[in-house]
């Protein structure tokens, strides 16, 4: 298939394009690099032998896209969006510009093309604070504690009344609980600007000594020792699951749902010491307090991917963080 990748520079996009490629389709990748660099596209040919045709385009620019649309593009995966929680609540209307209104200019050209084949980043986020675990796809979605999860609410909801309007259409959302670890090459990766805001990003700059020690936002949660569990799951199984999602659902119409995890939750000390053991590296922490806005719990069901999607993570938190760490070495 010629798959329309919007993001496809950034870090679970550019990781989707090297499985693209290694599953035999072809990936057009479009992303205006505001959070990417333009090496990445070498770096994807390194890794996969293949250089991916490439667009220096803004979602949003529809004259630009429908051009590329128009180029026989079968199917489209969307990451593009902007996704720092904290930069949202200080500029929402940025992130409600590029991440609704770049989806709905998506999917008006995609449309006027005549592709109606769309893979959708969603997010556990949707969920909001968890009544019960796991997360099944069904339950419903919650409410939002910053403008970035409202855009992945919102966008679902535009996603599922295109599909109930346009019945033709095939939508799959896929909603990834929280992808960490990098490619084993060391090739690609996650390379935040600034301060890390996520964990896995800042227990390896401790490690590398960039940063004294990791805070851990909270040591009185209801859990087994107190601080915050979450599904971390490898970015390549995360990758590997768009391409599944593709191969077994484009062409089927409908409105599809998916939650890409593991099904397992990690305190935020047992990844400290996983990492510990599986590099060697030490990460000295404080437990600090709570960080507003996050949930004490959150991991998924991921049985509904692993029937329909015969999708399931294969690699495990040691895994995550040793390749999260050989990323660590060579971007330093
Ligand atoms: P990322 O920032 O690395 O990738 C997003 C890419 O989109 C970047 O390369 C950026 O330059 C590009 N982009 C942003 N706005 C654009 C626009 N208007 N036009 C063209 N390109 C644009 O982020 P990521 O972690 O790879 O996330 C990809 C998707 O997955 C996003 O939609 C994100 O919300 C979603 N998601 C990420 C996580 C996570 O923890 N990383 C979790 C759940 C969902
Ligand atoms: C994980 C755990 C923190 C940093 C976020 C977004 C979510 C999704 C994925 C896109 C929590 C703790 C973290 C630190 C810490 N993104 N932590 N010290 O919050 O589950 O999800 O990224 O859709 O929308 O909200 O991920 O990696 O930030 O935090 O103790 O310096 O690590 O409190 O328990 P989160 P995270």
Same mark, same amino acid.
């Given at each position: 298939?010629?798959?329309?990748?919007?993001?496809? =520079?950034?870090?679970?996009?550019?990781?989707?394009?090297?499985?693209? @490629?290694?599953?035999?389709?072809?990936?057009?990748?479009? %992303?205006?690099?505001?959070? =990417?660099?333009?090496?990445?596209?070498?770096? #994807?040919?390194?890794?996969?032998?293949?250089?991916?045709?490439?667009?220096?385009?803004?979602?949003?620019?529809?004259?630009?896209?429908? /051009? $590329?649309?128009?180029? /026989?593009?079968?199917?489209? $995966?969307?990451?593009?969006?902007?996704?720092?929680?904290?930069?949202? $609540?200080?500029?929402?209307?940025?992130?409600?510009?590029?991440?609704?209104?770049?989806?709905?200019?998506?999917?008006?050209?995609?449309?006027?093309?005549?592709?109606?084949?769309?893979?959708?980043?969603?997010?556990?986020?949707?969920?909001?604070?968890?009544?019960?675990?796991?997360?099944?796809?069904?339950?419903?979605?919650?409410?939002?504690?910053?403008?970035?999860?409202?855009?992945? @609410?919102?966008?679902?909801?535009?996603?599922? !009344?295109?599909?109930?309007?346009?019945?033709?259409?095939? #939508?799959?959302?896929?909603?990834?609980?929280?992808?960490?670890?990098?490619?084993?090459?060391?090739?690609?990766?996650?390379?935040?600007?600034? @301060?890390?805001?996520?964990? *896995?990003?800042?227990?390896?700059?401790?490690?590398?000594? #960039?940063?004294?020690?990791?805070?851990?936002? /909270?040591?009185?949660?209801?859990?087994?020792?107190?601080?915050?569990?979450?599904?971390?799951?490898?970015?390549? !199984?995360?990758?590997?699951?768009?391409?599944?999602?593709?191969?077994?659902?484009?062409?089927?119409?409908?409105?599809?749902?998916?939650?890409?995890?593991?099904?397992?939750?990690?305190?935020?000390?047992?990844?400290? &010491?996983?990492?510990?053991?599986?590099?060697? &590296?030490?990460?000295?922490?404080?437990?600090?307090?709570?960080?507003?806005?996050?949930?004490?719990?959150?991991?998924?069901?991921?049985?509904?991917?692993?029937?329909?999607?015969?999708?399931?993570?294969?690699? %495990?938190?040691?895994? *995550?963080?040793?390749?999260?760490?050989?990323?660590?070495?060579?971007?330093?």
């Amino acid at each position: 298939m010629r798959v329309l990748v919007t993001g496809g =520079a950034g870090y679970i996009g550019s990781h989707t394009v090297v499985s693209l @490629i290694e599953a035999g389709h072809e990936p057009v990748v479009v %992303d205006n690099l505001s959070n =990417a660099l333009r090496s990445v596209l070498a770096r #994807i040919a390194e890794v996969a032998g293949v250089t991916p045709e490439f667009h220096q385009v803004d979602v949003r620019d529809r004259e630009a896209m429908a /051009g $590329i649309a128009s180029s /026989g593009i079968d199917a489209c $995966i969307h990451f593009a969006a902007l996704k720092a929680v904290d930069e949202s $609540i200080r500029k929402p209307l940025e992130y409600y510009d590029n991440n609704v209104r770049g989806t709905i200019d998506l999917l008006a050209v995609l449309s006027a093309a005549g592709v109606r084949n769309l893979v959708f980043s969603s997010s556990a986020t949707v969920y909001g604070d968890p009544t019960e675990l796991p997360l099944r796809e069904e339950m419903p979605t919650g409410r939002a504690t910053n403008p970035y999860g409202w855009t992945k @609410i919102m966008m679902e909801q535009v996603l599922t !009344d295109l599909q109930a309007a346009e019945p033709e259409w095939s #939508i799959t959302m896929l909603r990834y609980f929280n992808p960490v670890g990098a490619h084993p090459s060391g090739l690609l990766g996650e390379d935040p600007r600034g @301060i890390p805001n996520n964990l *896995m990003p800042y227990v390896t700059r401790v490690a590398a000594g #960039i940063l004294p020690r990791l805070r851990v936002f /909270g040591g009185d949660y209801p859990t087994r020792d107190g601080t915050g569990v979450r599904d971390f799951v490898h970015v390549q !199984d995360v990758a590997e699951g768009h391409v599944a999602a593709l191969e077994r659902l484009s062409g089927e119409p409908g409105l599809h749902v998916y939650n890409l995890g593991t099904g397992r939750g990690h305190t935020v000390l047992e990844v400290v &010491k996983t990492f510990e053991e599986a590099t060697g &590296k030490p990460v000295p922490y404080e437990i600090v307090g709570r960080r507003p806005g996050d949930v004490a719990e959150s991991w998924a069901d991921v049985s509904k991917a692993e029937r329909e999607l015969g999708w399931r993570a294969t690699r %495990d938190l040691a895994t *995550m963080c040793v390749d999260a760490w050989r990323w660590q070495e060579n971007v330093r």
